[in-house]
Every structure is written in structure tokens, then in C-alpha cells.
């Protein structure tokens, strides 16, 4: 999008972070772990100082031959989050050995959830690079950033030093906000996780990019295609990240369920309906408060310090040796 500021582009991405980070503060949000480490933005700067370019890199690649990974990559970020906690065990597959039954097979996650072999492939660069070093679950989060990144979004600084978890919580997973969710189903489901309207709306802005299955859509597949068809979130620009996604629900052309409540249920006049257009008018202010709030659901419970682990492999915990 054109600038009518006339700043250079450095200058305008750094205006933005601190409003990201000043929106942070403002809404509450603090950057710990449940051990009380803090969460750092330098915290792989003498570890592996390469870890973001090596995260960029390999998604550069993947989008090449699927265009659909940036999306596909922060939808995972965000039912990690919203499952257990940001510890990456989302990522993990059943283990009957461990009592380990994966999140996939959650009904949220469930033959939709995708993007896990580009998580591999990044890990298995990083476990090169720098060896047991880089948690999953932090590639979930630069990973998604990235991803908004080279889709047209905001850029931000990321809090790094999230440890991984060793087990899976598939009654977490399986009241993931759902695409047909009402407004106050939502915002309780998002109040669970110390996140406001403002985030709510914000967050349910990913949806500007990106495809999803015609059953879950408001049309149910009714144009005739068959089940499992992809729809185009936002037909105009369906893979840039814009706030174009906020004009379709100010028309009632949203396609799921869930993003159109925010206008539409009855509750949303006096709570998500003025963000809603808010939003729709600025794209400036849309971007510096999805940082914002993608910075705040990153700090949701993670596993710092001494708790959980680096995973090796991002599909399995590390075997102990005893």
C-alpha cells in the first residue's frame, strides 16, 4: 500500500513497531513464562543469531510451489496457543508409548491443520545450524510473523525463549474457536486467554488471506462443489495481507461464520462492530494492532527456563536416557 507520509520504509516499519509494542503494553499483555523467565527479544542473538533467516528462508521456498503456507503456518501458531499454551504441542504426534495423543485429531485440526512439513524442514535446518537450540514452539512463532511478513503485512519484533512441551492437551484442543462459533462463544473463548475485543478482532483479521474448506464457509458448499472445495477467504486479494477482510464484513461478505458474528450478532452494535470499521478505515492502525496482539497471544503460557525442552525432532519429545 501506498505511504502518504513520505517516510522511508525503514523509518515507517520502525514507527511501527513501537506502536506495536506501545498497543502491548496498553493492553495488558506481559512477556513471561510460567516458570516467571521472561521471554526475550534477543534471546537466540549469540545461541543462533541466524535462526529468523534460516525460519525466512525455507518459507520462501514453500510458498513457491504453495502459496497457501503463510496462512496455513499462523493458523497453526495460533491453536498452538490456544490449546496449551504456546509450547508447541500442537506439533507432536501420538506416542502410545508416552500416553501421547496428538492435537492434530482435534476436530479443529483435523484433516485442516497443514504447514507441518515446513515446520520440519525448518527445524531440521536449524538443528544443523545450531544443534538442540531452537524450540518448536519459537518457530511457530517466527514463523508466522514471517509469514504476515511476506504476505504484504506488518513486520515486528518477536519475544523469543519458549521451551517445548512434553505432553498434548486434546480436551484444549477440542474447544478451539470454531467457524461457527457465536460472538459471545468468542469472546469468552478469547477472554480464557487474557484477550480483549480489540484482540479478538485483530486476531480473526489472519482471515484476509488464505482458503478454507466450502463446509465451513456461510454458503456450505451450497454452489454446488463438493466438500472439502477451497474458498478464498477474501476473493479480491485471497494471498496479501490487507484489511480488505474488514470492508467484506462491513458488506456481510465475510465467508465463515465467525467473522460475520462480529458485525452481525446482536452484541457486536456495542462491542466488535466499531473495530470492526475501525479497522476497515485504517489499514495502519489494523497492522500495528495485529502486532500487537499477535505479540500478546505468542506470551500465553509458555514453558521457560528449565521447563520442557528443545525438542530435536518437533513430531516427538526427546528420548531421556536414564
Given at each position: 500500500m501506498a505511504s502518504s507520509s513520505g517516510?522511508?520504509?525503514?523509518?515507517?516499519?520502525s514507527l511501527l513497531l513501537i506502536a506495536a509494542l506501545t498497543l502491548v503494553l496498553s493492553h495488558g499483555a506481559h512477556a513471561y513464562g510460567g516458570s516467571?523467565?521472561?521471554?526475550?527479544?534477543?534471546?537466540?542473538?549469540n545461541s543462533c543469531p541466524s535462526a529468523r533467516d534460516i525460519v525466512r528462508r525455507v518459507i520462501q521456498v514453500a510458498r513457491i510451489t504453495d502459496v497457501r503456507i503463510p496462512a496455513s503456518l499462523i493458523r497453526l501458531h495460533f491453536h498452538?496457543?490456544?490449546?496449551?499454551?504456546c509450547d508447541g504441542s500442537l506439533l507432536l504426534d501420538d506416542d502410545v508409548s508416552l500416553g501421547i495423543m496428538s492435537e492434530k485429531k482435534a476436530p479443529g485440526n483435523y484433516q485442516s491443520a497443514r504447514g507441518f512439513n515446513v515446520v520440519d524442514n525448518i527445524k531440521r535446518v536449524l538443528e544443523i545450524a545450531c544443534p538442540s537450540t531452537v524450540s518448536c514452539a519459537d518457530i511457530l512463532t517466527l514463523a508466522a510473523e514471517i509469514s504476515i511478513e511476506l504476505a504484504g503485512g506488518p513486520a515486528w519484533s518477536v519475544p523469543l525463549g519458549r521451551r517445548d512441551g512434553t505432553t498434548t492437551n486434546i480436551e484444549s484442543a477440542k474447544d478451539l474457536p470454531s467457524p461457527f462459533d457465536s460472538l459471545d462463544i468468542l469472546q469468552k473463548k478469547f477472554r480464557n486467554m487474557g484477550l480483549n475485543d480489540i484482540d479478538l478482532v485483530a486476531l480473526q483479521g489472519a482471515h484476509t488471506f488464505g482458503r478454507a474448506q466450502c463446509q465451513f464457509t456461510q454458503r456450505n458448499c451450497t454452489a454446488g462443489q463438493e466438500e472439502g472445495t477451497l474458498v478464498n477467504l477474501d476473493a479480491a486479494t485471497p494471498n496479501v495481507f490487507d484489511n480488505k477482510y474488514y470492508g467484506n464484513l462491513l458488506q456481510g461478505r465475510a465467508e465463515l461464520p465467525s467473522d460475520q458474528v462480529m458485525t452481525s450478532d446482536p452484541i457486536?452494535?456495542?462491542t466488535t462492530a466499531p473495530?470492526?470499521?475501525r479497522f476497515s478505515g485504517n489499514q495502519k492502525d489494523f497492522f500495528a494492532n495485529f502486532a500487537a496482539?499477535?505479540?500478546?497471544?505468542?506470551?500465553?503460557?509458555p514453558l521457560t527456563g528449565r521447563d520442557g525442552e528443545v525438542r530435536k525432532n518437533c513430531r516427538r519429545v526427546n528420548k531421556k536416557s536414564y
Amino acid at each position: 500500500m501506498a505511504s502518504s507520509s513520505g517516510l522511508p520504509s525503514a523509518a515507517r516499519c520502525s514507527l511501527l513497531l513501537i506502536a506495536a509494542l506501545t498497543l502491548v503494553l496498553s493492553h495488558g499483555a506481559h512477556a513471561y513464562g510460567g516458570s516467571g523467565t521472561r521471554l526475550s527479544y534477543s534471546f537466540y542473538d549469540n545461541s543462533c543469531p541466524s535462526a529468523r533467516d534460516i525460519v525466512r528462508r525455507v518459507i520462501q521456498v514453500a510458498r513457491i510451489t504453495d502459496v497457501r503456507i503463510p496462512a496455513s503456518l499462523i493458523r497453526l501458531h495460533f491453536h498452538d496457543c490456544f490449546a496449551n499454551g504456546c509450547d508447541g504441542s500442537l506439533l507432536l504426534d501420538d506416542d502410545v508409548s508416552l500416553g501421547i495423543m496428538s492435537e492434530k485429531k482435534a476436530p479443529g485440526n483435523y484433516q485442516s491443520a497443514r504447514g507441518f512439513n515446513v515446520v520440519d524442514n525448518i527445524k531440521r535446518v536449524l538443528e544443523i545450524a545450531c544443534p538442540s537450540t531452537v524450540s518448536c514452539a519459537d518457530i511457530l512463532t517466527l514463523a508466522a510473523e514471517i509469514s504476515i511478513e511476506l504476505a504484504g503485512g506488518p513486520a515486528w519484533s518477536v519475544p523469543l525463549g519458549r521451551r517445548d512441551g512434553t505432553t498434548t492437551n486434546i480436551e484444549s484442543a477440542k474447544d478451539l474457536p470454531s467457524p461457527f462459533d457465536s460472538l459471545d462463544i468468542l469472546q469468552k473463548k478469547f477472554r480464557n486467554m487474557g484477550l480483549n475485543d480489540i484482540d479478538l478482532v485483530a486476531l480473526q483479521g489472519a482471515h484476509t488471506f488464505g482458503r478454507a474448506q466450502c463446509q465451513f464457509t456461510q454458503r456450505n458448499c451450497t454452489a454446488g462443489q463438493e466438500e472439502g472445495t477451497l474458498v478464498n477467504l477474501d476473493a479480491a486479494t485471497p494471498n496479501v495481507f490487507d484489511n480488505k477482510y474488514y470492508g467484506n464484513l462491513l458488506q456481510g461478505r465475510a465467508e465463515l461464520p465467525s467473522d460475520q458474528v462480529m458485525t452481525s450478532d446482536p452484541i457486536a452494535t456495542a462491542t466488535t462492530a466499531p473495530i470492526v470499521r475501525r479497522f476497515s478505515g485504517n489499514q495502519k492502525d489494523f497492522f500495528a494492532n495485529f502486532a500487537a496482539s499477535m505479540i500478546k497471544m505468542g506470551n500465553i503460557s509458555p514453558l521457560t527456563g528449565r521447563d520442557g525442552e528443545v525438542r530435536k525432532n518437533c513430531r516427538r519429545v526427546n528420548k531421556k536416557s536414564y
